[in-house]
């Protein structure tokens, strides 16, 4: 099982590539949905957020609360929100422990561990994230960072 300094690591090396793809992409675009009825992306940069924020608070055993807006006005106020939930879920991870890692818990009447669930969070967001690279590169942003980061 990963430890939480590993799970958080991995985690980090795929948000931090989010933020510096979010730098790349203008105020005219914060809207764009590559398909109508696609997510627009400023919803999709919150639900990234505000998904992963849930799966950590349920593995803490800890209710849930979002501060995340329903919707930005600016790129510049989607940047701040997203670095911000960055930050907090910074902090959040330092509350975890490898007990919680290794509870059963049920999410939408399924059971896995913490452990698995903060997996689960982490390859949830890394799908998302491929969205955003793709709808970032269909608005013009021609040059993107590698998937992760360095170690």
Do not use: C
Request: glycine residues 4%.
């Amino acid at each position: 099982m990963e430890s939480v300094a590993d799970l958080q690591k991995r985690w980090e090396r795929h948000r931090h590539v989010l933020q510096e793809v979010l730098k790349k992409i203008d105020d005219e675009y914060l809207h764009f949905s590559p398909w109508d009825g696609g997510m627009p992306l400023s919803a999709l940069v919150i639900h990234i957020t505000v998904s992963f924020d849930l799966f950590l608070a349920k593995v803490q055993n800890n209710p849930f609360t979002s501060s995340a807006p329903m919707d930005a006005h600016s790129m510049d106020e989607l940047r701040s929100y997203f670095n911000q939930a960055t930050e907090k879920t910074l902090q959040s991870f330092q509350g975890l422990s490898a007990e919680n890692l290794g509870m059963t818990i049920e999410i939408n009447e399924m059971e896995d561990t913490g452990a698995n669930w903060l997996s689960t969070a982490i390859d949830h967001e890394i799908h998302h994230k491929g969205q955003v690279f793709t709808y970032a590169r269909i608005v013009g942003v021609d040059s993107l960072p590698f998937f992760i980061t360095k170690p």
